[in-house]
C-alpha cells in the first residue's frame, strides 16, 4: 500500500529537478525536453545508484507512478498525432516520400543486422524475429516534435530546407509508427492485448473506422468552437472521452495504447481549426508538460543503469551509435540525392532526420514493457536517444549556418510572391488600425501602373511558445487569424482590381523581420502608421516614397476632398504627388495649400492635367465635407492637423508635374 505523502513528496521533487533541468538544458542551446530526459536519468540508478534511487523511490510507490506515466504518454501521443499535418507534403511529395522511405529502410535493415550482433542481449524467452524487428524499427525513428521545435527555434521553418524537413518528418511519422504498430503486433501479439488473440486482426478495421466514419463526425467539434468562440469544457471533454476510449480500444486489440491516443489526435479536424487545435494544446500543455511527462521520464529513467554498463557494453554501445546515426543520415542524405535535392541541402537533412528525442524514449519503453529490451540493452538505446538529439543542433550550425537560413527566408518570401508584379507597395499593418485607409493610399502610390500587387505585412509579437508539441500550432494558429483578419482587404483589392497578398506570421523579432522583408522586397511605395514601434526602423531602411499614417486616423468619408500642405522641399513634392493621385483615385478635389515659390506653377500644371486644385477650405465649399486627408511633407506635422506625412525617396530629384504619372484618370 503506498504512501499519499511519500507520492506527493515525490511529484514535488520531480518537478523541480525536471523543470531546472529543462532551464539548463535550454540555456546551453539543447531542447529543454532533453533536459528533462537527463533529469529522469539522474534520478535513477546511474546517478544516484541503486540503493538511494530505491529510498526516493520505493517499489510500492511505483505502479502509482507508473500510471500517471502511462497518462502522460497517453497525451503526448496525442498531441503526436494532432500535430501530424499532411498538407505539409504538399508540393514535396516526391522529396518527402524518396527521404522518408530510405531514410527509414536504411537503418531498419542495420538494425535488423545489429541484432544479430546484440543478440546476446536479447530478453531470455524472446524470439529473435520481433527482437530483431523491433531493433530495426527503434533505428529508424525520427522526432517529429523535437525536430519541428529546433527549425521554428532558428526561423528555419520559413526555408525550403525547413520545408523538407517537415514534410519528411511527417511521412516519416506515419511510416514509422506503422512499422512499430505491426512489430508490436508480432511481438505482443496474445500476450499483450486484454482480449482474445484473434482481436488483434481488427487493428486495420478499427483504424479504418476511425478516418472514414469518427473523423467526419468530429467536425462538429469545429463548427461548436466557431459557434462560441472557444474552447468549452463541453468540446474539451469530447476530446478527452474520444482520447481515452481510442486509447483503450487499441491496447484492448493488442496494438498497443499508444497507437489509440496518435490516431485518436490525428483525425481531430484540422481544415478552419488551427485556433482550435492550438487552444487544445494550451489546455493540455500545464498538465502534460508540468506533472505527467517528467513522471514519465522518472520511470523509464529508473529503468537506466549507466553505472552497470561493462567494457564490452562500451563496445555495444558504440556499434548502435554508429548504427543509428549512419543509418539516419544516409539514407535521409541518398534519399534526398535521388530525389534532385542539392548537396548540402541533402546534408542539411541527413542531420536533421537523426533528431529522436522523446519519441525514441516512447519507443523504447513499449519495447521494455514488452520484455523485447532487458536492462542494459534499454541504457544504451536511451543514451542513443539523448545522443543523436543533442548532437543535431551543433551540427546543424555547420551544415546550415544563420547566414544561410536568412538568405533562403528571403528567397523563400520572394518566390511566394512572385515576379509578375512589377510595382509593389508594402502596407505594415497592426491590429485595431482602420486598414482600408492604408489601402486607399497604397493604390493611389501605384497611379493605376499594372501589373502591380499591394503587400500586407501581418507581423505580430510571438506570444510565449507552447512547451508541449512542435511548437508550430502557435504560428499556425496566429496566422490563421490574421488571414481572417485580413480578408476583407483582400476582398477589397479584388473590387479595386489589385491583387492583395498577405504576409502573415508571429515573429521574436517583429522590427528585424519587417526590415528584412523591405530589403527582400524591393517595393515602389511603403506604408506605415506612425505608432508602429518598427515605423522608424522601417523608413531607415526603404529607398522609396513612405506614407505615414498619424494615429486614429478614420477611413476617408465618401466624396471629401484631399488636402495638402506644400512645404517646398523634395518631402514636400511627394506629398502633393501621392494627395493628386490620391485625389484623382477617388475623384475628389485637391485643397492646395502652400507659400512656396513653385505652388502656383505645381497648380497650373496640376489643373492642365484635370486635377480640380482649389483653395483650402474647410470645409470644402463644393460638398460640405471636411478634407479627408491633410498631407503633409514633414513627418513632424502629423498630429497637429496633418494625417498622412509624407517622405520622398533618398537623393530625390525635383517633380516634374507636367509629366509626373497620376492615375488612369488624370488628363482625361
Same mark, same amino acid.
Given at each position: ?538 523608413? &531607415? @531602411?526603404?529607398?522609396? $516614397? *513612405? /506614407? +505615414? ?11 471629401? =476632398?484631399? !488636402? ?80 498622412? &506625412? @509624407?517622405?520622398?525617396? $533618398? *537623393? /530625390? +530629384? ?11 484618370? =488624370?488628363? !482625361?
Amino acid at each position: 500500500m503506498y504512501d499519499i505523502t511519500v507520492i506527493l513528496s515525490q511529484l514535488a521533487l520531480i518537478i523541480v529537478v525536471a523543470r531546472l533541468a529543462g532551464m539548463v538544458a535550454g540555456r546551453i542551446g539543447i531542447p529543454p525536453v532533453v533536459g528533462e530526459i537527463f533529469a529522469g536519468v539522474l534520478l535513477g540508478p546511474s546517478l544516484l545508484g541503486p540503493a538511494i534511487s530505491d529510498h526516493l523511490f520505493p517499489l510500492d510507490s511505483r505502479p502509482f507512478l507508473q500510471l500517471l506515466a502511462s497518462i502522460g504518454l497517453v497525451l503526448f501521443m496525442f498531441v503526436v498525432g494532432l500535430e501530424l499535418d499532411v498538407s505539409l507534403v504538399k508540393g514535396r511529395g516526391r522529396v518527402a516520400g524518396s527521404v522518408s522511405v530510405v531514410s527509414i529502410l536504411l537503418p531498419f535493415s542495420m538494425g535488423i543486422l545489429l541484432a544479430h550482433f546484440l543478440d546476446d542481449l536479447r530478453p531470455e524467452g524472446k524470439d529473435f524475429l520481433p527482437f530483431a524487428l523491433f531493433m530495426g524499427a527503434a533505428m529508424s525513428i525520427t522526432a517529429f516534435p523535437v525536430l519541428a521545435r529546433i527549425l521554428t527555434d532558428r526561423r528555419m521553418h520559413r526555408t525550403e530546407t525547413g520545408g523538407i524537413a517537415l514534410a519528411c518528418a511527417a511521412v516519416d511519422d506515419v511510416l514509422a509508427w506503422t512499422i512499430l504498430a505491426v512489430v508490436i503486433g508480432i511481438a505482443g501479439g496474445e500476450g499483450h492485448g486484454h482480449g482474445p488473440g484473434w482481436v488483434i486482426y481488427l487493428a486495420v478495421p478499427f483504424a479504418l473506422f476511425a478516418i472514414f466514419v469518427v473523423r467526419p463526425a468530429l467536425t462538429v467539434l469545429t463548427r461548436m468552437y466557431q459557434s462560441k468562440g472557444e474552447l468549452t469544457p463541453t468540446i474539451m471533454s469530447i476530446v478527452l472521452v474520444g482520447l481515452l476510449l481510442f486509447s483503450a480500444a487499441t491496447e484492448y486489440l493488442g496494438v498497443h495504447y499508444i497507437f489509440g491516443a496518435f490516431l485518436f489526435g490525428a483525425i481531430i479536424p484540422h481544415e478552419n481549426a488551427a485556433a482550435l487545435r492550438h487552444e487544445i494544446l494550451i489546455r493540455l500543455e500545464q498538465l502534460s508538460v508540468l506533472l505527467l511527462l517528467p513522471v514519465f521520464f522518472l520511470v523509464a529513467g529508473l529503468g537506466v543503469n549507466i553505472r552497470g554498463l561493462s567494457g564490452e557494453n562500451l563496445l555495444q554501445l558504440l556499434a548502435i551509435l554508429a548504427v543509428a546515426i549512419i543509418g539516419k543520415y544516409v539514407g535521409a542524405y541518398l534519399g534526398a540525392r535521388s530525389a534532385g535535392v542539392p548537396h548540402w541541402q541533402a546534408n542539411a537533412l541527413g542531420v536533421l532526420m537523426n533528431t529522436r528525442g522523446l519519441t525514441e524514449l516512447v519507443i523504447l519503453k513499449v519495447g521494455k514493457d514488452l520484455g523485447l529490451l532487458g536492462e542494459d540493452l534499454f541504457t544504451m538505446m536511451v543514451v542513443m536517444a539523448l545522443v543523436t538529439t543533442i548532437m543535431t543542433g551543433p551540427l546543424l550550425n555547420f551544415a546550415y549556418p544563420k547566414r544561410r537560413v536568412a538568405r533562403d527566408i528571403a528567397e523563400a518570401e520572394r518566390a511566394a510572391l512572385g515576379a509578375e508584379a512589377v510595382d509593389r507597395i508594402l502596407v505594415v499593418s497592426r491590429p485595431g488600425a482602420a486598414n482600408t485607409v492604408p489601402l486607399d493610399l497604397a493604390v493611389a502610390m501605384l497611379a493605376g501602373a499594372r501589373p502591380a500587387e499591394i503587400v500586407i505585412a501581418d507581423i505580430q509579437p510571438q506570444g510565449r511558445p507552447l512547451e508541449v508539441g512542435s511548437g508550430l500550432s502557435g504560428e499556425l494558429a496566429e496566422m490563421a487569424a490574421a488571414m481572417e483578419r485580413q480578408q476583407e482587404l483582400v476582398r477589397w483589392g479584388d473590387r479595386a482590381g489589385v491583387p492583395v497578398r498577405v504576409i502573415a506570421h508571429p515573429s521574436a523579432d517583429v522590427q528585424g523581420d519587417l526590415v528584412e522583408l523591405v530589403q527582400v522586397l524591393l517595393p515602389q511605395g511603403v506604408v506605415v502608421w506612425s505608432d508602429d514601434p518598427s515605423c522608424d526602423a522601417v523608413l &531607415g @531602411v526603404v529607398d522609396c $516614397p *513612405a /506614407a +505615414v499614417l498619424a494615429e486614429g486616423t478614420e477611413p476617408f468619408p465618401e466624396g471629401a =476632398a484631399v !488636402a495638402v500642405s506644400f512645404s517646398g522641399d523634395s518631402d514636400g513634392e511627394s506629398a502633393v504627388v501621392l494627395a493628386a493621385r490620391l485625389a484623382v483615385a477617388r475623384g475628389v478635389a485637391l485643397q492646395l495649400a502652400a507659400d512656396a515659390k513653385r505652388a502656383g506653377a505645381i497648380r497650373a500644371a496640376l489643373e492642365a492635367r484635370g486635377v480640380r486644385v482649389t483653395d483650402p477650405a474647410t470645409p470644402d465649399p463644393d460638398t460640405g465635407l471636411t478634407p479627408a486627408v491633410v498631407a503633409v511633407g514633414a513627418l513632424a506635422g502629423l498630429g497637429s492637423g496633418g494625417t498622412v &506625412g @509624407v517622405k520622398a525617396e $533618398p *537623393a /530625390a +530629384v525635383p517633380v516634374d508635374f507636367a509629366s509626373v504619372e497620376l492615375g488612369a484618370t =488624370a488628363d !482625361a
